[in-house]
Every structure is written in C-alpha cells, then in structure tokens.
C-alpha cells in the first residue's frame, strides 16, 4: 500500500508526508474530457432518472439510484476503434452509430462516473436493439 488514510480523512504516505486531497482543491486532478474508448467498446451515456412518478410523487434516492444502475436504454457516445470492423460477426455492418439510443441487457458494461455523470462501457456486440425515442422504455 503507498499511503495510508489517518483518522481525520488525511492521506499521507508510509513516512507521514501529507498528500494533497481533491476534496481541499489543492493538486486537483479531475478528467476534462470523456475517455477515449478502445477496441471494440462503445462508450455510452446513461439517461436521467424522472425525479418523480407520473402521479406527481417524488422518488426516493435509492429508487432513483436502481433505476440507473439497472437502465436498458443508453445513448452512445463513442464508438472504439476496432468496433464493429469484424466482417464475420457483422456482416450487414455496425448496429449502431454516435448519437443512437441503445437497448442493451440491464447491469451490462463498466460503469464509470465522471463529475457525478453515470457513463457505461460496454461491448460492441452487446447492442441488442436501435429505438429513436427513448422515453418508455423500462426494464421488465
């Protein structure tokens, strides 16, 4: 382990030198672009949470935070520099292209957040559909 976190929240290293922390600005290192996706992976933005239901009453927070880690519909950003380039595994060309809304299986891909933005890495053959407007669309 190269640092150790003391009992008020400091980081320091195994000598007791102080390292600066995000949270107090100093050194800040905060990513300033979306990664650059590679391979066969699609980056995709996950959509907002409706803060309330149709009725009007409020979700709770952890409703809210289901519904997002568990979302099927995801809006593809990226698009890695070996996607769907494989002739045999598609034929008829990419299943999807930057801009689209995709369906993909719940849960799947890497989640990443960047600046408190949920974002999913997933695989260029986990596209399961292309819908135009993605409002509706729930998992079952």
Known sequence: MSS?????KEIITPNGTPIPSAKTGENEQKPTQLPEVKGYRILCAVPEVKES???G?????KTRNIEEHSTVVLFVLKLGDMAYLDDERFPTGPWCKEGDFVITRAYSGTRIKIHGKEFRIINDDTVEAVV???RGYERA
């Open 4 to 8: 150790i976190q003391t009992p008020n």
């Open 53 to 55: 239901y149709d009725s």
């Open 57 to 61: 009453i409020i979700k709770s927070d």
């Open 132 to 134: 135009d407007d993605p």
